[in-house]
């Protein structure tokens, strides 16, 4: 859970209280400031990482935290959580190796694309693939299908799995404004879910957005009332529309 500075003076705020002691705005205000330089992370850190290497720890990028424990992928050893491993994301749910099969699931899924079962491996792919900060497959999933077919249903059960939280939710219209990379950041998905595009949006710089993100590349982003940042995104992308958008760019 990642919290806001609003949300930690609440928090602070509410524990002094329950102290039984006059609560000042100074108190807060030195609390929160400790707690800030305490927990502080440079930029230059980029999560998920160890913060103290050591021989024979896994790779960071195929570790899901989730409520109990550290699940390390493809082994599924459940390591315990430690204060070494720096992420900002984390599943809101346990690992339940012995969880029964997801019948009802599978058979939505049978629903939708009935004996295509190549879109069915697709999309559990997809949903594996987007549990992880690896990139390394440079893919953009485009959902297209007539209204009522099931996208919905597919959006929210995948935001579901990784914690809305841990999602995006931009336009591709927002991703050619000069902020509009900002929302990307410390996310596992963007999900744009309902893909429409006018006159009035820079075709060119949407384009350029989604290459260089789902490029690996670096990209400067511009935060209002912060520093830029410039970082590699790992946040997935995944278009949803009704027909085939239309980019100009093969």
């Known amino acids: 859970m990642q919290y806001s500075l609003d949300d930690l003076r609440e928090v602070v705020w509410k524990q002094c209280h329950f102290a039984g002691k006059p609560v000042r705005k100074r108190h807060v205000d030195d609390v929160v400031d400790a707690l800030r330089a305490e927990c502080h992370r440079s930029d230059t850190i980029e999560p998920p990482c160890w913060l103290h290497k050591a021989d024979g720890l896994p790779d960071p ?4 935290p989730m409520e109990n424990g550290l699940l390390v992928l493809p082994s599924r050893e459940l390591l315990e959580h430690t204060p070494r491993f720096f992420s900002l994301q984390s599943l809101p749910f346990p690992f ?6 997801a019948a009802h699931w ?15 491996r ?23 299908g007539p209204i009522r077919s099931g996208k919905g249903t597919m959006i929210r059960l995948l935001q579901a799995l990784l914690g809305k939280e841990n999602t995006a939710s931009p336009t591709l219209g927002s991703l050619a404004q000069p902020f ?43 935060r209002k009332y912060l520093p830029d940042l410039t970082t590699t995104l790992t946040s997935r992308l995944m278009l949803v529309s009704n027909e085939l958008p239309w980019f100009a760019d093969t």
């Open 96 to 101: 339940l190796p012995a969880a029964p099969a």
């Open 61 to 64: 990028r195929k570790i899901v």
């Open 180 to 222: 509009g990379l900002a929302s990307l950041v410390g996310k596992l998905l963007a999900v744009v879910s309902d893909v429409r595009l006018s006159g009035r949006v820079d075709i060119a710089t949407v384009v350029e957005n989604l290459l260089r993100v789902s490029g690996e590349d670096a990209v400067t982003i511009q």
């Open 122 to 144: 697709l999309w559990q792919w997809w949903c594996g693939y987007c549990l992880l900060h690896r990139t390394e497959q440079q893919k953009i999933l485009l959902l297209i």
């Open 106 to 120: 599978f058979q939505f899924l049978s629903d939708v694309w009935g004996e295509d079962d190549d879109s069915i």
